[in-house]
């Protein structure tokens, strides 16, 4: 059974815990193939390693799409593809680790180590998996996230991010379920569409 999930949104606490509820519903429904759809500008390290390590764990065939732009942890959830698609007008960015702290946060010296090794270990991840993916040496992946590499569609072919550049996204007929910012504080299901099948 194929299914189809539109990702068109950042990658946090609300957006990851909407797309696991979608994957466990569909593969307790016997999904055999997942077609995910993104377009992110990235976000939570936490949350993007940890959708790419379920997408990995599932008894799924996980085919990734770039549609727009897929940024930063978005890059992680895209190498979770067995096969990987980018539309023609699409690009991708890779950048390193951001430190975020609240500007009346008082630190000592033990715990700015702490978030600097905190730091370390997330790049470390993240040039792994797309090294695992690309074939690529881990310290020219992590050059590349210190750099902020921009590639379009060619380049990420090029780089073994993308295996093929192609205008189709799912086949018709195929129910799509999406999940985008809209949705992140309202309680209802993701939305829905049933796209017609094209006439012989």
Known sequence: MHKAIRFLAPVNAQTSDRLF???DELVSKGMT???LLLSTPGGSVFHGLSIHNYLKGIPVNVYTYNFGSVDSIGVVIYCAGEQRFCVPHSRFLIHSVKLNLNGKLAVDEKQIDEYLKSVKIDQRNIARVMSDTTGRPIVDIEN??????TLNPEEAVEY???HKIQKELIPPG???ITIGEQFQNESHQPKRVQFPRKQS
């Open 33 to 35: 193939d997942l077609h």
């Open 160 to 162: 073994g991010l993308t």
């Open 21 to 23: 509820k979608v994957l």
């Open 144 to 149: 590349d996230m210190v750099n902020r590499t």
């Open 174 to 176: 195929m129910e799509l």
